[in-house]
């Protein structure tokens, strides 16, 4: 099916080596190759102070699409990012197993959006942008179950995403609520990026 779906000339190039968001591309039949953009998002995020959580998710995304599109010029290249935002206050990947309890602390009975934001670049230049927002609320949790959730899931898994959880894993046992699509809590929201590729001729259909 891949070799049929997708019609660039090359496979498409995700600036990212994040499993997650290859296997959504690669889940919906396109033929995906993955780079480290090596862009700086701390510096990134420093010089956009002052910016609304969506529009810094949407910089950062096309930082990393400007980057890898500008080393392979004529490659179809992906670049995306998330942005947790809790009432003004905007959560990283937790460093260590007590930075994401902390996290989970402090988000446990309170609602949060998370930002996953897309840039398109084609023949070595951003061409297309996006963002699309979910939002969740996590449960009232106290110190024990916050350490349980945290000791069943493992370091690999609360420190590889914002927020210190994984919906698509042990995760989804911390929320009450949850709105939006599941590729955007994911991080890569495929039918706005789907109906891009489709519209440039990228897709068989």
């Known amino acids: 099916m891949s070799a049929t779906l997708w019609r660039g000339a090359q496979p498409l190039l995700l600036a990212s080596t994040s499993p997650t968001r290859r296997g959504l591309l690669e889940g919906s039949g396109l033929i995906v190759e993955t780079e480290a953009p090596g862009v700086d998002e701390r510096a990134v995020e420093a010089a956009c102070a002052g910016l609304a959580p969506d529009a810094l998710a949407l910089r950062l995304a096309e930082a990393k699409a400007g980057a890898v599109a500008a080393r392979h010029p004529g490659r179809v290249v992906i670049g ?3 942005v947790l935002d809790c009432d003004g206050t905007l959560f990283h990947k937790p460093a260590d197993l007590a930075a994401a309890r902390d996290q989970i602390g402090r988000l446990a009975g309170r609602s949060h959006a998370l930002h996953s934001a897309v840039a398109l670049a084609v023949d070595g230049a951003v061409a297309e942008r996006f963002v ?17 959730y945290v000791d069943l899931a493992g370091a690999d898994k609360v420190q590889a995403s914002v927020g210190g959880y994984q919906l698509e894993g042990l995760g989804i046992h911390l929320f009450s609520e949850i709105a939006g699509d599941h590729s955007t809590i994911l991080g890569l929201p495929l039918l706005p990026l789907l109906a891009r590729l489709r519209n440039r001729g990228l897709l068989a259909f």
């Not at 979910?134 to 949790?141: E, V």
């Open 132 to 148: 699309a927002t979910a939002r969740l609320t996590m449960r009232p949790l106290d110190p024990g179950q916050i350490a349980a």
């Open 80 to 82: 995306a990012d998330q």
